[in-house]
């Protein structure tokens, strides 16, 4: 193909050989140490707020080192970690069901459809313990037994009961135990916090990555931060598909940048699909309702065997009723992973046993779990989501069927990063829902909040301490090139931005990349679709450039320029991750290539061609390097959960 180059194969240097049981207290016990007294003296950049971003900037700062930290909210507490709902994954083996730091590592590589690392994933599962122990200690409310012991439940992909979880607001107590860990640093003067700041481009000098070009959103001075290491953790780029359950502002600008800036961006097509969403209602919609994988623990799946049913879903008697992950896959039944059970949603659907506006949803029924554990139950496991689902539908899940479709959710791409969570750029480090480490082609539910509080707590700290240790830090000047080229860059292109005066809105523009990712490369892709849809993003570019209306100036609150930016770099990431799933000729995970399916319509493989991780290179054309993924403990099989 002419569309890009294949470079030199890229390999994770960091990771230790020997026992994989043994390789993360290895790589630590091998690391070099700063002394305490020393730490203070360096300076290191934290960009984001979210989970792992305030567990990083409060763990670094505890240990001494002087944490500067941005966010674009209004507080660190806004983040979007507080959506995150069901639970969080650890392997305590609190039910005694089975369950061991080795299920949960395997569980998390054969639910990424083996196109992940076993070292970092085996790292995920032995610190997932601590986790837990970390949160309870900072006082977060997880839902307890009647003996007053941690409660866990079940999720997709998975047979026995690990997710631990406060309701249906997991993301928000966790958020909050590592917030209240961030603000008493802040309060001790260890974290210089610095909110409603965007990061708009990574400054590297000598090969480093040495500070940030930021914009404060509410006076728009641009401003630049040095540091002797950066670490980013921005969360995902679910948004280049503008329908998706992110909240509006999360956005790709400061992992794109980097991008542009030399570091390797990895598996951009694995976007993960959440099963469970409130179905959209209108063209007005600019985003999408969530409600928690949880929810299958006890809700059942069904559509009506007559297509196109006109009949209220209580009046549709048992035998008319096809549980049809109960029947497709009766191990797993509704706790199938999230890609199986949304294309089997999107399969029912296309057939014509979709039920809701445009016969776009099936239902999720907890008829059965209010009669046998009675409604006081249901209430106090799923309460909140459930008034949450009946203020956005105005149906009550306790009488009626909740209606969910599948939607844009998680990414599992993004910047490629070695065992140390440091990017082909010395220097920047990349953490949680922002690097692409350990999920392969699919995130098990309740497995995003453990790898971000076990990268930021745990992991980050030790292997920064390596990089600070290893020096060669030299005072960077304000007016070093390095620093001017980067401040020049972001000036000019907010200055373009607002130049061009065009008559087309941001989100129109946003809207209609969104129409074409999600119906070129969503739930399924083509060689076809992907092709017609990398032929049209570079015109939608080129009339963004020359059409976009951005009103107000620069140096004012101008949520529109915000927006402008993102969307400018949102076009730019849609290319890639168009390309990345046309050269990777398989199935595998989220990304199901309707040329790569078994005769049961299940994802195929390919793994002699296609078992390693795709690392992009920036370039006029991109440069694909190839990371080969060697597998020694789960070996590669088809996937089945029957």
Not at 438 to 456: E, F, K, T, V, Y
Request: hydrophobic content about 35%.
């Amino acid at each position: 193909m002419s569309d890009y180059t294949l470079g030199e194969p890229i390999a994770d240097t960091r990771a230790p050989d020997g026992p994989i049981e043994d390789r993360w207290d290895s790589r630590r016990f091998g690391a070099k140490l700063v002394n305490p007294a020393n730490r203070r003296r360096h300076r290191v950049i934290v960009v984001g707020t979210g989970l792992a971003g305030a567990s990083a900037g409060a763990t670094l700062a505890e240990q001494g080192y002087h944490v500067v930290q941005f966010c674009f909210q209004d507080s660190p507490r806004r983040a979007h970690s507080v959506a995150a709902q069901g639970g969080i994954n650890a392997a305590k083996n609190y039910r005694n069901d089975g369950d061991s730091v080795y299920r949960l590592f395997y569980d998390t590589v054969k639910g990424g459809d083996f196109r992940s690392r076993e070292s970092n994933v085996y790292r995920l599962a032995q610190v997932s313990a601590q986790i837990i122990d970390q949160a309870v200690a900072q006082g977060v409310p997880f839902a307890r037994e009647y003996g007053g012991l941690l409660d866990t439940r079940s999720f997709g992909g998975v047979q026995v009961q690990r997710t631990f979880y406060a309701r249906g607001q997991t993301g928000q107590q966790l958020l909050l135990g590592a917030y209240q860990a961030l603000a008493r640093q802040i309060d001790a003067g260890s974290v210089e916090m610095h909110p409603r700041t965007e990061m708009l481009d990574l400054v590297v000098s000598d090969g480093k990555a040495r500070g940030i070009v930021a914009r404060d959103l509410v006076t728009g001075e641009v401003t630049t931060h040095l540091a002797d290491a950066v670490v980013l953790a921005t969360g995902g780029y679910g948004n280049v598909f503008y329908l998706s359950t992110n909240a509006k502002g999360s956005n790709a600008t400061a992992i794109w940048r980097a991008h542009k800036r030399g570091a390797y961006f990895a598996n951009p097509c694995f976007t993960q699909i959440h099963p469970t969403c409130i179905p959209r209602s209108g063209e007005h919609q600019s985003k999408l309702t969530l409600m928690s994988e949880s929810l299958r623990n006890d809700g059942r799946i069904w559509v009506p065997k007559q297509p196109r049913d006109p009949r209220p879903p209580r009046e549709i008697p048992e035998s008319e009723r096809d549980y049809y992950l109960e029947r497709m896959y009766p191990s797993f039944g509704n706790l199938v992973p999230r890609d199986i059970a949304s294309r089997a949603a999107k399969n029912v659907c296309d057939a014509g046993f979709g039920v809701g506006p445009g016969g776009l949803g099936v239902y999720l029924d907890f008829a059965d779990a209010i009669e046998r554990m009675g409604r006081p139950a249901v209430e106090a496991k799923y309460g909140n989501l459930f008034d949450m689902y009946e203020r956005i539908t105005a149906e009550n899940p306790y009488e009626v069927p909740m209606r969910i479709y599948p939607a844009i959710h998680y990414t599992m791409g993004g910047l490629w990063v070695d065992y140390d969570l440091q990017s082909t750029v010395p220097g920047l480090f990349v953490i949680g829902e922002a690097n692409f480490s350990d999920h392969g082609a699919n995130r098990l539910g309740a497995s995003a909040l453990m790898q971000g509080l076990a990268d930021g707590y745990f992991v980050l700290p030790a292997t920064l301490n390596d990089y600070i240790a290893r020096g060669g830090f030299p005072a960077l000047d304000p007016a070093d090139p390095a620093v001017a080229q980067a401040e020049t860059a972001v000036r000019d292109r907010l200055e373009r931005l607002l130049s061009v005066r065009g008559a087309r809105s941001v989100d129109s523009f946003h809207r209609e990349l969104g129409h074409l990712m999600w119906d070129h490369c969503g739930m399924s892709r083509s060689a076809e679709g992907l092709r017609k849809a990398l032929d049209r993003i570079p015109e939608l570019r080129a009339e963004f450039w020359r059409d976009v209306r951005v009103p107000g100036t620069g140096a004012e609150l101008n949520q529109e320029l915000e927006k402008a930016g993102r969307v400018a770099d949102f076009l730019e990431l849609a290319e890639l991750l168009l390309l990345d799933a046309l050269v990777r000729e398989e199935s595998c995970g989220g990304h199901f290539r309707e040329e790569h399916q078994t005769e049961d319509g299940e994802a195929q493989r390919d793994d002699e061609r296609f078992s390693c991780v795709s690392a992009w290179e920036y370039g006029e054309k991109p440069v694909l390097h190839r990371e080969i993924l060697n597998f020694e403990h789960v070996h590669p099989t088809q996937r089945s959960y029957t």
